[in-house]
T-cell receptor
Framework: ETGVTQTPRHLVMGMTNKKSLKCEQH?????MYWYKQSAKKPLELMFV???????ENNSVPSRFSPECPNSSHLFLHLHTLQPEDSALYLC???????????????FGPGTRLTVL | AQSVAQPEDQVNVAEGNPLTVKCTYS??????LFWYVQYPNRGLQFLLKYITGDNLVKGSYGFEAEFNKSQTSFHLKKPSALVSDSALYFC?????????????FGTGTRLLVSP
């Protein structure tokens, strides 16, 4: 256990549905991340939050909407997704706020998303 | 822009033999390098990192990695492989000049250790 949990672990949704992914870290970290992992592709950084403020939006379509209500929780709201959005969505956290950090990112188990 | 290359999609090794998983990087500024492992249906698990200092870094589960600045490489090694080491391994680099902790990952190398 890394101290980062994600729910649900699996999600199947239609293109017209709205759903949310949840991430919670129990490590007292100040930064949280969303990544997308697709087959045969490198991990793609989607969003970065530091001290609950978004510091990176890596050209992600607006059908993905992140929310960070506090330093322990991170959500990814999904709406009108496309089949090509099917992937493993990973959440991570690290100790320090944004800056010249050498800190380690700790990952959750991921949510396997299938868009029909 | 920084990048990481893992030239092998898969590495096969017999249990008890030494293993090497290759990684080369390209980055401006000082490289901060990481290795992660991913078991089936799990997230990425941190193995080790190089920030500065000794070029040989020791990590979890008997793994180590050697930083070679002239060859821009950071190969992952283990003296004696176990069947349970079979997993997907990712190399990642963080450019120390970026304003926040952004990692760039390689495409991953699948390690298969046979009994």
């Amino acid at each position: 256990e890394t101290g980062v949990t994600q729910t649900p672990r699996h999600l199947v949704m239609g293109m017209t549905n709205k759903k949310s992914l949840k991430c919670e870290q129990h490590l007292g970290h100040n930064a949280m991340y969303w990544y997308k992992q697709s087959a045969k592709k490198p991990l793609e950084l989607m969003f970065v939050y530091s001290l609950e403020e978004r510091v990176e939006n890596n050209s992600v379509p607006s059908r993905f909407s992140p929310e960070c209500p506090n330093s322990s929780h991170l959500f990814l709201h999904l709406h009108t997704l496309q089949p090509e959005d099917s992937a493993l969505y990973l959440c991570a956290s690290s100790q320090e706020p944004s800056g010249t950090s050498t800190d380690t990112q700790y990952f959750g188990p991921g949510t396997r998303l299938t868009v029909l | 822009a920084q990048s990481v290359a893992q030239p092998e999609d898969q590495v096969n090794v017999a249990e008890g033999n030494p293993l090497t998983v290759k990684c080369t990087y390209s980055v401006s500024g000082n490289p901060y390098l990481f290795w992660y492992v991913q078991y089936p249906n799990r997230g990425l698990q941190f193995l080790l990192k190089y920030i500065t200092g000794d070029n040989l870094v020791k990590g979890s589960y008997g793994f180590e990695a050697e930083f070679n600045k002239s060859q821009t490489s950071f190969h992952l090694k283990k003296p004696s492989a176990l069947v349970s080491d079979s997993a997907l391994y990712f190399c990642a680099v963080r450019d120390s000049n970026t304003g926040f902790q952004k990692l760039v990952f390689g495409t991953g190398t699948r390690l298969l250790v046979s009994p």
